[in-house]
């Protein structure tokens, strides 16, 4: 379905009864890397899956991206849709950041957070000239070397081999992000504010779910925000890297599962 914002639609799979569960994609993703939670999850709850703008079904806005536009865009869908209780909201990794400026702007909105391969932290010196290289690359060369860069790193190396169809998967949906929209997020990833700050401030329940295997972002990072975020729990993944939901959907979800029991 789409929702109208201010001026424009987005796109955004709504699915099941009860408690509304807002899942966040990452870069540069869309909403179908949710499809194992989408079918498994809305046979207990209301699974909403929204297209940021500039990916998957959602149209490319002009001007530049940022994590709060986002989370004005989240505030403004929930807003369409008439949503008036509180939600659970999930974020895998860019959808963390945006997690982190929703509960900045929009804590009133919410019940719950989930917060999946992300990190609290700014982009170091090197990950900074790795997105500048990455921008760089996208206008000299076009977006697919960024794509075929980032393979190798999304699924454990455990199950990587054995899961080609996941990989396949993965490739489909990035494949689908525009230039433009890639080269907005890079710089909106770059500029994107240290939420480390944030982390004792958040006053909700908590769960943090990460892959052992995160190429992308270490667990020890999901250690240390764990330890900041006051009663918060980490659900540690084996066998699973950046896209743990894809990978090890069965143990993702039933995490969820046991954290929406718990909220219900
Ligand atoms: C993502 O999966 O959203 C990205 O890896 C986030 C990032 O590059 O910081």
Known sequence: MNVMLNGFSLACTDAGQGLPLVLVHGYPLNRQMWQPQVKELSGQTRVLAPDLRGHGDSPVIQGPHSMDLFADDLNALLDGLGI?????LCGLSMGGYVTFAFF????HRLRGLILTATRAAPDSE???AARDQAIQTAVE?????IFESMAPKLLSPQTASKLPAMLDLAMTVMRRTPPSTVVKDLQALKARQDSRPTL????????IIHGEDDQIVPIQEAREMQAQIPGSRLA???????????EQPQIF????QEFLDELG
Request: hydrophobic share 45%.
């Open 200 to 207: 004792p401030r958040i006053n909700l329940p908590t769960l």
């Open 141 to 145: 060369k076009g977006v697919n070397p």
């Open 84 to 88: 008036q209780e509180k939600i659970i």
């Open 126 to 128: 090197q990950a900074l």
């Open 253 to 256: 979800n039933r995490a969820v």
């Open 236 to 246: 540690a993944v084996p066998a699973a890297g950046h896209l743990l939901n894809l």
């Open 104 to 107: 900045r702007k929009y804590a």
